[in-house]
């Protein structure tokens, strides 16, 4: 490492903690040739974060995909309409506030279902604009026999390798991080 009184130079192994105060950038190193990077300290939790839900994602996705023909975000359009809605349906819009995808991606997830079965559409009785999505008996079917292979995974892929206290961490770290807690808490 060099420093002077303008410029630290980052010698490629050092944490946040080892940078001289006068020389301290928050979290960025900066190269002589003045490209800046984030330091070890907070590089290995970034993409650590963002590594391990990719991962998570493409491996719940791929399962699914597999047994059950449908995707991890289509699951999760019948998980809300099964489990989190009252008598099995909820408006569209109410789905897109809940996932974090958009009205078109929704539209596009419910249209395939629909196909399939899975859920059926219809127009609100008090606003002809709001559309009202409903989980058939045949995605009720599939959601409690894919929810059972989704279970495990989740089991093997985050809390049997986490303690109680860990994943209370993990939480608490990650409602900050979305400083979304009425997504959370619904």
Do not use: W
């Not at 609100?124 to 409903?134: E, L, P």
């Amino acid at each position: 490492m060099r420093a002077n009184a303008n410029t630290f130079y980052y010698d490629g192994d050092m944490t946040q903690d080892e940078c001289p105060d006068a020389a301290r950038l928050d979290c960025v190193g900066v190269k002589p040739n003045g490209l800046k990077y984030l330091l070890r300290d907070y590089a290995r939790p970034f993409l650590g974060l963002i590594r391990a839900g990719e991962r998570i994602d493409s491996l719940l996705d791929a399962d699914l995909r597999r047994r059950y023909g449908i995707g991890l975000r289509a699951f999760e359009i019948l998980l809300f309409l099964s489990a989190y809605s009252e008598e099995g349906s909820d408006h569209m819009a109410n789905l897109a506030k809940r996932t974090p995808l958009s009205q078109s991606r929704i539209s596009r997830l419910v249209a395939d279902l629909e196909v399939r079965g899975l859920v059926s559409r219809s127009t609100s009785s008090g606003d002809a604009r709001a559309v009202t999505v409903a989980v058939t008996d045949e995605g009720v079917e599939l959601f409690k026999r894919a929810q059972e292979t989704h279970l495990n995974q989740l089991n093997d892929l985050i809390f049997s390798r986490l303690t109680r206290r860990e994943l209370v961490m993990l939480a608490k770290i990650t409602d900050k991080l979305l400083d979304d807690h009425q997504m959370m808490s619904d």
